[in-house]
Structures are given as C-alpha cells and as structure tokens.
C-alpha cells in the first residue's frame, strides 16, 4: 500500500447532510436536491474537473482516482489532474483526429483496462455518444450494434479488431477504428500513442443535462437487443444525495465494480458513481472469472466497497475457503439478479460485512435498494431511491395495494424523473410500448410491503437472467437456428443454483441428425452457440423434443416451458 487507506480517514464531506457535490460552474453554491435538474451539465467539467481542482488545491487527499492492477502485478495509478490531463487529450483524439462530433456514436467494446476510462471521460467532453459492449461479443453481435446504431466510430482491442474487420464493409456510417494495442493495425488508429501526442488542452462541451450521453443495449423478448439512450443526467443523478446515501462514499473509498464494462453498472459503479464522491475506482482486469483472484484481491488491496452480481458473491461463497475476513471491506452491494436471504446470511457471517441488494435495469440504472444503514430485510431489494417514485402496477397503470402481485413501474407523469433513459434509440413503438398509465413499466414482477420494501418475483416476458444477463430468447434461437441439426427452438429461462436461472433450449432435430448421439449433440450446439455469439448466451441446458407447444396461430408457447422448468405445471 502506497499510501493510507483507513476507515478512520475522513472524506472531503465534512457530514453526511454535506454529500453533495457543488458544480464548478453555475450555481457554484447550491446544491443538488434529490429533484434538481440543472439546465447544462457536463459530468466531465462539473464533477472529474472539480477534484482535480480539489487535488489542486490540496483539499483531497493522495488517493488515486483510478488504481487498475492485473496478474502480472502491473499497477496504474491516475490522480484526478492525471485523469483531467489524459481525458482531455483523449477528446482531441477524437474529435481533432478521428473527425468525431458532438451527438456521434463510438462503439466502445474494451476489456477493463485503464483506457476504457479515458474514452468514457473523452467522449463526455466532447459530447460524443459512447456505446458500451462486452468483449465476448461476436462479429454479428459487433455488426448488428453498428449497423442500427449507425456508429461513426468503434474502439477495441486487437483480439476484436479481426471481427470487426470482417463485418466493418457492411457497415456504411463507420468511418473511424481505433485501437488501443501495443501493436499497429492496418486501417486503425493507434489510441495509445495518440494520446501520448496529443495536446491537453480542450475546452469541455458545454452540455445540456438532457443531451445524450450514452446507449446502452439491451435484451427484449422479441428481436434483437434494443439502445436504451441515457442523457447527461444519468451521471447528475449520481450526485444527488439520495443516491449518494446509497453507498455513502468517501473521499477514502476505494470501491471496486466486478461488472463487465459492457453494462450500465460499470458505467454507474466503476465511474459515476466513485467519482462524484471524489473516491478512488479501482479496476482488476480479470480478463475471466476466477473466485480465487477476487478473494486474493480483497486480501491485497485497500478495497473498502464493493459491487458485484449475487452469482460472483455466491460462487466465491461455494469454495472453501479458510478466510473471507477481508482486512478493508466495510460494504458490499449485490445487484442484476435476485438475492437470497440466505447468501446475505451466509456472506454476513463468513465475511462479517452486510450484503445489501440493489436494483436497477440498463433503462434506468439504480432505482431503488437498500441505502447504506436502512434496515435490511433479507429477500427484499430495498426502497426506491428518489428521484424515483416506484409502484406496483396492473397492466393499465393503476397502482395496486401493498402486497399484491404485479409490475415495476416507475413514475414518468407529469414528470420524468432525471436518470431515466430518454428512449429506445429510433425505436417510438418500443419506446411508447413500455409505457403503462402516468407509468415505465420494468417489466419485473414484485410486490411491496406495507412499509415500501419491494420484492422481486421474476420477469413478466421471456427474458431471462442468468447470473445478471438479461438474454433474449429470439437471439438464441436465432443462433441455434444457423446449425443444421435444428429444425426449431424455443429457448427459456431454468432454474439453477448457482446462476440463478440459465438459458435451457428445447430443440427439434432435422431428420439427418435424429439418430446422433444426444450428449455430443448438445456439446457440438453449445460451442456453435459460443461461436456465433456472446457466449454467455449459450444454452447450459438442452433437451431434445420432437415438438414445441404452440398456440392455434403458431406462436411458440414459452411461458409454458418455462413454467415447466419451475415446477409450476
Ligand atoms: O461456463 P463456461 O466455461 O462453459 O463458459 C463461460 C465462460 O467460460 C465463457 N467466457 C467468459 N469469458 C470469456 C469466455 N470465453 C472466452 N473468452 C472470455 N474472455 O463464457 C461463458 C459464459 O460466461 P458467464 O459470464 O455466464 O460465466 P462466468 O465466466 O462463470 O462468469 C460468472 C459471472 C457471475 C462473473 C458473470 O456471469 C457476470 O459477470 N455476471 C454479471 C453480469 C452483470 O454485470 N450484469 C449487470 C447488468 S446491468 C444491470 O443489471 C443494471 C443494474 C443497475
């Protein structure tokens, strides 16, 4: 440890009625309320900026902004001046060199790695609209979001480069590649010595809080994934106190993410969130699961928060380990599937930390959960967090009484609370779709308690969630359906101990392969699927049928498999 990270080392907030954080520019001494919406706001200049100014000024102490480690025992440490210098450069790498502007789209599918930060950061400068993915998707996967996003811009690593190269001349609005490798690519800019060049001084976009900032992709049940649009307000959000008493960060924080950066967790967990508290991020480059690098980590290093999925949380409580007594650890949130009260128990008592449940969808990011403190009530995901006003609701809009069954619906009229993504990007159906009453409707099933606690019951469609991804079935069906063995498929959500739920397809076989091996049958359609697409989408479950219950129209009937797989029929 290079410099101090205690629990008695106090924050830059002097009080907790003091967490917020006063702009720059602008109202420099109003705060933020919970409902507050400032005309412009940059999360760049307004919050990034701020601590640098802070650092400057000697009024933060030596924590860095970014710590990123791997195996290697590579470490990079970045101040917020560092962070203020490299991200403004990485603007001018954009929009100087890469002829990027304001409201472009850039692909961002990198690893964690500490430029995925700098492009983030760059692209709010510049107002650029950045589009996270996950690394383990596919050439179609790369070629359906640039192609109905009409990216002008992609920026990934040299593993990714040759699936985008294969897809890029079907692609007609793409007109920029970045790389970021140690190595040159024929027809890609090379990011890291551009950034090494590149002047550091730019002026930030002076944004307004409902100009786009970010697309997130997200899994339907019919079709394929659709760009929930979030607006700068996304990151103001982060700065209210509501959402700051969530995790009551200090400028002593070290908190670390696990999300993969292709979520809108790690754009709230890894970035905003941490930042707007002026605490430290800190990143494991974790190329792959491993429980065992997780646990070393919390050993290693200063981590005093952490956010993860319920499935990392409970895979690492399946091993035997001799100690989880991490030395820093004070707080751990669980969030993108549902929680046991049994994990929180056990995680309690093997780790001697509280688990609290978070909620939130790539629509709306944290909407709701257990702020740090409140009571816990094991099972439950906790209580809206304003700006948000959550109801159970019946399909028409109507709020329905504590207790009873129904959707996740979040307050949309007459106002529209900030946070809350602006659209599905050129989609008005879907968009107007999932609007119910003065209501967006989650799509989540749960009920609430007299005293506001929500409880989670499962999705109201077809999608499923396996250890925190949301998968469309349509979109394995359609990858199942490229292989000859498959005549049909329908692919629903299974129960599972782990994972929670896991993909399961019911497939029909096509004559020719009625008479081969089942077992090898079901391995050669899981690495098919692991090859086409993201591999976490691939089917863990197989069972070979001779027909799927359809309706009198033809429609597959999912809900009844489904129900099946749950022992509900
Ligand atoms: O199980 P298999 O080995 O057959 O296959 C696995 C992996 O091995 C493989 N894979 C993973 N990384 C790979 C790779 N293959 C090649 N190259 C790589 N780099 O892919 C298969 C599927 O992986 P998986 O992710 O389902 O399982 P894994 O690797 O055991 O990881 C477990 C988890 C829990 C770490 C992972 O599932 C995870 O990170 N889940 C959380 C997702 C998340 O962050 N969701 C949040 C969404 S946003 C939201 O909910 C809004 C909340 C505000």
Not at 33 to 40: I, L, M, S
Not at 143 to 158: C, E, F, H, M, P
Not at 539 to 550: H, I, Q, T, W, Y
Request: proline share 7%; charged share 20%; with cysteine.
């Amino acid at each position: 440890v290079l410099w101090g990270i205690h629990k008695s080392c106090h924050g830059f907030f002097p009080a907790p009625q003091h967490l917020h954080c006063q702009p720059l520019s602008g109202a420099k001494t109003s705060r933020w309320n919970d409902y507050d919406t400032p005309k412009e706001f940059n999360f760049a200049s307004d919050v990034l900026d701020y601590w640098t100014q802070m650092e400057k000024e000697g009024k933060r102490g030596p924590n860095p902004a970014l710590w990123w480690v791997n195996d290697q025992g590579d470490e990079v440490k970045w101040s917020f001046r560092e962070m203020t210098d490299l991200t403004r450069r990485a603007a001018n790498v954009f929009t100087q060199t890469g002829g990027l502007r304001q409201g472009d789209h850039l692909a961002l599918i990198l690893p964690r790695v500490p430029e995925w930060w700098l492009v983030t950061v760059g692209c709010i400068r510049t107002g650029i609209v950045f589009m996270p993915g996950t690394t383990l998707m596919k050439a179609r996967d790369i070629l359906y979001r640039l192609q109905v996003s009409k990216a002008k811009g992609i920026i990934t690593t040299d593993t990714l480069a040759p699936e985008v190269d294969s897809v890029a001349s079907e692609c007609p609005a793409l007109k920029i590649k970045f790389l970021v490798s140690d190595h040159s690519r024929k027809g890609w800019l090379d990011f890291r010595s551009l950034i090494k060049s590149a002047s550091s001084d730019h002026t930030c976009v002076k944004s307004k809080t409902m100009d786009p900032m970010a697309i997130f992709f997200t899994s339907g049940t019919t079709g394929l994934p659709k760009m929930a649009k979030h607006n700068q307000g996304l990151a103001l959000r982060s700065s209210f106190p509501s959402c700051r008493k969530l995790l009551q960060l200090k400028t002593s924080d070290v908190f670390w993410c696990l999300s993969d950066p292709g979520w809108i967790t790690a754009t709230l967990a890894s970035m905003l969130e941490p930042w707007t508290a002026g605490s430290t991020v800190f990143v494991h480059h974790l190329p792959q699961f491993d429980h065992n690098v997780i646990v070393q980590t919390f050993f290693k290093y200063p981590i005093t928060q952490c956010l993860a999925a319920p499935s990392v949380f409970r895979m690492i409580l399946q091993q035997d380990f001799t100690s989880l007594r991490f030395p820093t650890l004070e707080h751990t949130c669980a969030g993108g599937e549902a929680l046991l009260p049994e994990e929180q128990e056990q995680w309690r008592r093997q780790t001697g930390v509280l688990l609290y449940q978070v909620y939130g969808q790539s629509e709306t990011g944290i909407t709701c959960g257990i702020l740090r403190g409140m009571k816990i009530k094991p099972g439950s995901m906790g209580k809206a967090i304003p700006p948000f006003d959550i109801q159970i609701i019946d399909d028409k809009g109507n709020v329905l009484p504590p207790d009873t069954e129904g959707n996740i619906g979040i307050r949309i009229k007459p106002t529209k609370p900030i946070g809350l993504f602006m659209c599905y990007q050129d989609d008005p159906v879907k968009t107007a779709e999932v609007e119910c009453g003065d209501f967006y409707n989650t799509g989540d099933r749960a009920t609430m308690d007299a005293e506001g606690y929500i409880w989670f019951l499962g999705r109201s469609d077809d999608v499923i969630n396996a250890s925190g991804y949301r998968i469309g079935p349509t979109e394995v069906e359609s990858a199942l359906a490229e292989h000859p063995a498959v005549a049909e498929s329908a692919v629903v959500s299974s129960p599972d101990l782990i994972r929670g739920e896991v993909v399961k397809a019911f497939v029909v076989l096509t004559p020719q392969f009625l008479s081969r091996d089942r077992g090898q049958l079901t391995k050669e359609l899981q690495e098919h699927v692991k090859s086409v697409t993201a591999p976490y989408k691939y089917p863990r479950k197989v069972e070979f049928v001779p027909e799927l219950p359809k309706t009198i129209t033809g429609k597959i009937k999912r809900n009844e498999l489904r129900k099946k797989e749950f022992g509900q029929l």
